[in-house]
């Protein structure tokens, strides 16, 4: 599986982006999917995930009810909708594939947990 994450940029707090994953590969519609981010001298940390079939998804306590995740199976890709965007949403988005199934929220939310990576895409809010 390719991934390939598109739609970052620079914005205004209060802004919306909206970021997108494509995949290659059969896999994707039978995968969970992931997108992380990383702000400079920190961490990857866990953004979303959903599952293969895009009923069920998880988000972290920092983006839980600005961001939605979902997916067009048709089109193998994942999206991220941003809205209400913060100065510190500024990091490099990365989307993630995760060939397991199972989903729990402790499961998709570790960097470790995924078997595939994207290049990743800047966010930048100003303030």
């Known amino acids: 599986v390719q991934l390939q994450a598109s739609g970052g940029g620079l914005v205004e707090a209060g802004d919306s982006l909206r970021l997108s994953c494509a995949a290659s590969g059969r896999a994707f519609s039978r995968s969970v999917m992931g997108w992380f981010r990383q702000a400079p001298g920190e961490e990857r940390e866990f953004v979303a995930a959903?599952?293969?079939?895009?009923?069920?998804?998880t988000y972290s306590d920092a983006v839980e009810g600005r961001f939605t995740i979902f997916r067009d199976n048709t089109q193998n890709t994942v999206f991220l909708q941003m809205n209400s965007l913060k100065p510190e949403d500024t990091a490099v988005y990365y989307c993630?594939?995760?060939?397991?199934?199972?989903?729990?929220?402790?499961?998709?939310?570790?960097?470790?947990?995924?078997?595939?990576w994207g290049q990743g895409t800047q966010v930048t809010v100003s303030s």
């Open positions: 959903i599952d293969w079939s895009g009923f069920m998804t």
């Open positions: 993630a594939c995760r060939r397991n199934q199972f989903f729990s929220a402790d499961k998709v939310a570790g960097t470790g947990n995924y078997d595939y």
